[in-house]
């Protein structure tokens, strides 16, 4: 019997172009502003001026497979849930509006009967004590074909896709807010600390913070940061007094302009209250800091994740891990860490320079340029060599040049 050629009309001359063409299929940037995708739909400006302002656009600016639901104007307008919360309260609402997964329209329309749960942004910040209190689940109804997302509080219907980057993102619009388990929509953001704490007597207490307790009380930082604890709350690193020890003599931490090195002490805490089960569970490592809010979203990032065991904390030219928890009391939590965390937008070869805070905001900016520090060279914040990059990219085609070859070679 003779085996049909079905490769007669798949020429060399198609293989080439295949393989020229997948050449240019890169990933999609690891830089996320979710403010710039929604900008095009000016039915969202109240929903994007509400991520921007509460810091949550910045929570989001490493992430990737996400969906986010976005709620038009017009209905978030009707919404009482967004005029009476605290900011700190209202960030937690719209953290519960991003699932920590990439969901298309398609994708919605293959949820089985008995529903979906998805967990979001809110559980990340360990503020939902219940079992999948800080999940959402969905349900797609077949007969109506109507996606609904349920949570304890409220439901809410999709209304269409906004926005989709395949695999990246998905953005949805919803017809109302989706609101947490046990949220308190009227707590107050001046919910004081708990009596008698003082972060600056818990580092004295600790034994080993002496110097990262002194440089706050003559900063003036440590009264911001015990301001902070009142809303959602705080989480310190802080680097024990070997880790100062340990600096290079090329790092003259201690000789940086006063705006700088405060800079550096907010760059060591997180605008959310973290137990330590929270760090070790993390989905998605990469998270703004307090001289984040100051300068701008994708800047002042650290990366969290589990090493070897322990929470790691990779600022890009330093990896530290925790090695101590110092205190950890609903909203704050202070662990000690085995290095100092150098930002890289101060301590890296090409320093950059600082936004000018407005005014009242205590701080002030400095033109005079960082010390350097000897990099290692994977941590290098510079351009990659030619031959990097060359390498990098071959790295990313070649799957692809393999899937075409297998096809070639089955047909």
Not at 278 to 305: D, H, K, M
Not at 384 to 403: A, F, K, M, N, Y
Request: net charge negative; charged share 10%.
């Amino acid at each position: 019997m003779a085996i049909p050629n079905s490769i007669s009309n798949f020429t060399p001359l198609t293989f080439l172009y295949l393989l020229f063409f997948s050449s240019f299929i890169l990933p999609i940037s690891s830089s996320l502003n979710i403010a710039d995708l929604l900008s095009s739909h000016p039915n969202f400006s109240d929903f994007t001026s509400l991520l921007t302002t509460t810091a949550v656009a910045a929570d989001l600016s490493g992430r990737s497979s996400i969906t986010i639901l976005a709620v038009p104007n017009t209905y978030l307008r009707t919404s009482s849930a967004v005029n009476r919360p605290s900011p700190a309260v209202l960030a937690d609402v719209l953290r519960y509006h991003v699932l920590l997964e990439y969901l298309s329209l398609s994708d919605l329309r293959r949820i089985p009967p008995t529903g979906k749960i998805v967990s979001t942004l809110f559980q990340t910040t360990g503020r939902n004590a219940a079992a999948n209190s800080g999940s959402v689940n969905i349900t797609f109804d077949p007969s109506s074909s109507a996606v609904t997302f349920h949570s304890p509080a409220a439901n809410a219907t999709l209304l269409s896709p906004v926005e989709t980057l395949p695999i990246n993102v998905s953005i949805l619009s919803l017809n109302s807010l989706l609101i947490p388990y046990n949220l308190d929509l009227m707590a107050s953001e001046t919910r004081p600390p708990p009596p008698g704490l003082n972060i600056t007597k818990a580092l004295i207490d600790g034994h080993n913070f002496n110097v990262a307790a002194a440089m706050l009380a003559a900063s003036g930082v440590v009264s911001e940061f015990e301001n902070d604890e009142g809303g959602a709350g705080i989480t310190l690193f802080v680097p024990t007094d070997k880790a100062f020890a340990d600096l290079p003599s090329s790092v003259k931490f201690q000789s940086l302009p006063a705006d700088r090195k405060a800079i550096v002490l907010r760059f060591h805490v997180l605008h959310s209250y973290y137990p330590l089960g929270s760090l070790e569970a993390i989905v998605n490592p990469i998270y703004p800091t307090l001289a984040t809010e100051q300068n701008g979203a994708g800047r002042f990032t650290v990366n969290i994740s589990r090493v070897n065991g322990s929470v790691g904390i990779d600022t890009g030219i330093v990896q530290a891990s925790v090695t101590q928890t110092v205190l950890d009391q609903n909203p704050v939590a202070i662990f000690g860490v085995s290095k100092v965390l150098l930002p890289k937008e101060f301590f890296g070869k090409n320093p950059a320079e600082v936004s000018k805070p407005s005014e009242g905001s205590g701080a002030l900016v400095n033109s005079a340029q960082p010390p350097e520090i000897s990099l290692s060279p994977e941590y290098s914040p510079g351009p990659p060599p030619l031959g990097l990059e060359i390498r990098s990219s071959v790295l990313r085609i070649l799957p692809c040049w393999w899937c075409i070859v297998l096809c070639y070679l089955l047909l």
